[in-house]
């Protein structure tokens, strides 16, 4: 027996044959698939990031602060910005939103529970979820006579009575179809499961068009409800790794249960609160953003092309004959999009202005062959 097939016989039965994730890495001019934040970190902040650490660096013999206190403090600082106040208590962080995610379902998931999601969502989330032991069922979107990704809640409620689930996963805006949540969907969900953990995932709240509502709004007095967010996006912090939710203090304090010991390193604590003391600094790029976001939607709109309204930093748009075809396309252009597996559709981040050129020349280019119904 070769390496390989001895370690997928040792592998547990339910993780044989599945592939990691991984979106695309490659070294292109226009890299546009991952939803990062096109603009580098101001000099400033960098600055007060290497101070930060740099004073800290003496101080690594000894582990981080376990509970993160300083951080906790300022997270809530800083969701409380808005219209609900939030407490120290009421915060929890990670390595990346990806990890809190993961320590909500080791706590409240695992064998013989399932969660559910509204697909197409977040692909990390059935991931995480099989990786706990915990079963994921695919729900579905699409309301008659709306949009084909929306969400209503007579839809959600009757799929969560369906499956009954431990844990349901909902997503404002979503990925990848960039569409926000009204909150009726998610107080008729969280009602309609009186015994599940709700999950709003929140990653691309900072750049949800005016009017656009949080769940933060819902947190007070439902002790099932958790709203994740992310430093990754809006702060230009995908590299740094820190990602946070807000939730009652009891169900916060549950997440101890499964966390690894000072999972929190003292760096990344560290460069996580210089740029929160910098919120406004770092936050000023998201309307710059948006306005390359609306200007994807119209771009593509006015090419004959189907772009999804998005409350996110990127546009899913449909109407190509082969999505992936066109993927390949575009990379032979320099422009790396997303090939999120939805037939006829791919995603696109919004980047800089130059950035967004490039990828509407490209397509522009690309549309008199690959648009649905494209003459061959």
Request: with cysteine; hydrophobic share 45%.
């Amino acid at each position: 027996m070769d390496a390989r097939s001895a370690v997928e016989s040792m592998l547990r039965p339910d993780l044989r044959g599945r592939t990691a994730y991984g979106a695309p890495q490659l070294d292109v001019p226009v890299a546009l698939n991952t939803n990062e934040n096109s603009y580098a970190v101001p000099d400033v902040v960098v600055s007060a990031m290497t101070e930060a650490v740099a004073a800290a660096a003496a101080g690594l013999n000894r582990y981080p602060d376990r509970e993160f206190t300083a951080l906790r403090e300022a997270l809530a600082g800083y969701l409380s910005r808005g219209a609900t106040m939030v407490t120290p208590d009421e915060v929890w962080a990670g390595n990346g939103s990806n990890e809190v995610l993961l320590h909500l379902l080791q706590a409240f998931g695992g064998p013989g529970r399932t969660a559910l999601g509204f697909t197409p969502a977040y692909s990390m989330h059935p991931i995480i979820t099989t990786t706990t032991g915990t079963t994921w069922v695919d729900g579905m979107r699409g309301v008659p006579g709306a949009g084909a990704f929306d969400l209503d809640p007579a839809s959600a409620v009757a799929q969560v009575r369906d499956h009954r689930p431990d844990v349901v996963f909902l997503c404002s805006p979503n990925n990848p179809t960039g569409t926000a949540l009204d909150l009726a969907v998610v107080e008729a969900v969280h009602d309609a499961a009186p015994t599940a953990l709700v999950v709003v995932d929140e990653a691309y709240a900072e750049f949800a068009r005016p009017g656009t509502p949080s769940a933060l709004t819902l947190l007070a007095g439902r002790p099932r409800l958790v709203v994740t967010r992310t430093m990754s996006k809006a702060f230009a912090l995908a590299g740094g790794r820190v990602g946070y939710l807000a939730a009652d203090p009891a169900l916060v304090d549950a997440l101890r249960l499964v966390r690894m010991p000072y999972h929190l390193s003292t760096q990344t604590q560290a460069v996580a609160l210089a740029a929160l003391r910098h919120a406004d600094l770092m936050l000023e790029t998201v309307g710059a953003i948006k306005e390359q976001r609306d200007r994807l939607v119209e771009g593509l709109a006015a090419i004959g092309l189907d772009p999804v309204p998005s409350d996110a930093n990127f546009v899913l748009f449909g109407g190509l004959a082969d999505a992936h075809g066109t993927w390949s396309a575009l990379l032979e252009r320099g422009v790396l999009v997303r090939d999120v597996g939805i037939p006829h559709y791919l995603r696109v981040t919004a980047g800089t202005p130059q950035e967004t050129t490039r990828f509407l020349d490209a397509i522009t280019d690309l549309v008199p062959t690959h648009r649905t119904g494209a003459a061959p």
